[in-house]
């Protein structure tokens, strides 16, 4: 089987809920990295066989196929499909993975996958009742930035804990003290801001004309543990919670694109070749732990070990779900995970971190001249997803 090769991946710096790319729709995000991606290669876009984008809401200005809105904003010709994938936090993980699918199948020749969300953006929406006009009662407004909403009610009520209630009981049952989440998040910020200075962004950064940011909006240069150790826990009533706005993900806006082909359907060097993939399904009160074995599957898949692995990027949802992951990898080095930092400082803009993360990976491969990279995402509802890449 001929591996899908990553020709080029781009990104915007991430903004943070009500920020610096807060006016900018996300189909209007979604435009800027699809047309930097093809500038950026000298790309025929006519050639491009899909556009497979991943998004988590939905409900805004994102609705009725946010892939195609976006490549007609791109300016591509209208002979260029779009196909919009929901896998909530990993959407763009799984545009990846479908694209790599097409192209192995012989279906494409070249895909363009990514992924967009501005949480800014997203609306509150209105339950519709079963009848026309109701005559009585109030409806129930949802908020759909993140989380659950118009749950179901057949399903188990211990399930539909919020996503830091998730990431406080993993805190307990791992036994991840206060400290150590804390400490982890301030090497990220840490991590982050010294990437961002020394360059280890640039080649993947795309500004948005009129919103331009100098890096990530949500990286805090002055972030310790120490500081950190002074917020208040939000997710628990009994006064030992662990989990603080300061060790879990923000909320974000952005978009990122990674540009997907068979070998040699482009001039030039790719940055690296996909060679596994692996899903992995938990209970959903324990989403966080769900990429320990989705990335297990993709390097037996990819016939890697642990001990091949040269990079991690794991998406950083929470403090605790990333040391949870690790504890689950004793084989791996915790120092060769999110060397540049994570979401806690970048931000976690749902449908386009994992774009973000594959496409780092990608171009820190190439930095080094080679190597074997694994990018895992964990995912609300209880799954995980993860990549193998290598060069």
């Known amino acids: 089987m001929t591996h899908t090769q990553i020709y080029d991946a781009v990104r915007t710096p991430f903004g943070r809920?009500?920020?610096?790319?807060?006016?900018?729709?996300?189909?209007?995000?979604?435009?800027?990295?699809m047309r930097a991606i093809v500038e950026r290669t000298g790309l025929d876009p006519a050639r491009i066989d899909d556009v497979i984008f991943g998004d988590a809401n939905q409900a805004g200005e994102d609705n009725r196929n946010v892939a195609r809105f976006g490549a007609l904003l791109a300016g591509f010709p209208t002979s260029v499909t779009g196909t919009t994938v929901n896998r909530l936090c990993a959407s763009s993980v799984e545009?990846?993975?479908?694209?790599?699918?097409?192209?192995e199948t012989g279906d494409a020749d070249i895909i363009l996958a990514g992924g967009v969300e501005s949480m800014s953006r997203a609306p509150f929406i209105v339950e519709k009742s079963s009848k026309p006009w109701p005559a009585v009662g109030n409806p129930t407004m949802?908020?759909?930035?993140?989380?659950?909403?118009m749950v179901n009610p057949k399903l188990p009520e211990h399930w539909t804990i919020s996503n830091g209630e998730s990431a406080e009981k993993v805190a307990r049952q791992w036994k991840l003290s206060?400290?150590?989440q804390d400490t982890f998040a301030a090497r990220s910020h840490r991590l982050a801001a010294e990437a961002w200075a020394d360059g280890a962004y640039d080649a993947e950064i795309v500004q948005v004309d009129g919103y331009e940011l100098q890096r990530d909006e949500g990286i805090r240069d002055n972030s310790t543990s120490e500081k950190l150790g002074r917020l208040t826990a939000?997710?628990?009533?009994?006064?030992?919670?662990?989990?603080?706005?300061?060790n879990s993900s923000s909320i974000n806006d952005g978009a990122s694109a990674v540009l997907l082909g068979r070998e040699g359907?482009?001039?030039?060097?790719?940055?690296?070749?996909i060679t596994g993939r692996g899903a992995h399904g938990v209970d959903p009160d324990l989403f966080p732990i769900a990429p320990?074995?989705?990335?297990?599957?993709?390097?037996?898949?990819?016939?890697?070990?642990?001990?091949?692995?040269d990079l991690v990027e794991l998406n950083e949802a929470f403090a605790s779900q990333s040391l949870a992951c690790l504890a689950g990898w004793p084989e791996l080095d915790p120092e060769k995970v999110n060397i540049h930092g994570g979401a806690l400082a970048i931000g976690h803009p749902l449908g386009?971190?994992?774009?973000?993360?594959?496409?780092?990976?990608?171009?820190?491969?190439?930095?080094?001249?080679?190597?074997?990279?694994?990018?895992?995402?964990?995912?609300?509802?209880?799954?995980?997803?993860?990549?193998?890449?290598?060069?």
């Open 17 to 33: 809920a009500g920020g610096a790319l807060s006016g900018v729709r996300p189909d209007d995000l979604a435009a800027v990295v």
């Open 95 to 103: 545009s990846v993975v479908q694209g790599s699918r097409a192209i």
């Open 142 to 149: 949802w908020n759909t930035s993140i989380g659950w909403r």
């Open 178 to 180: 206060r400290e150590a």
């Open 234 to 246: 939000l997710f628990s009533d009994d006064g030992a919670g662990t989990v603080t706005a300061g």
């Open 265 to 273: 359907v482009l001039p030039g060097e790719p940055l690296a070749r």
């Open 292 to 309: 320990v074995e989705a990335a297990n599957t993709a390097l037996r898949r990819a016939g890697r070990t642990w001990a091949d692995v």
């Open 352 to 391: 386009a971190s994992g774009g973000r993360i594959i496409g780092h990976a990608a171009h820190e491969l190439k930095r080094r001249g080679g190597g074997v990279a694994v990018a895992a995402i964990c995912i609300g509802v209880g799954q995980g997803l993860a990549v193998v890449i290598e060069r």
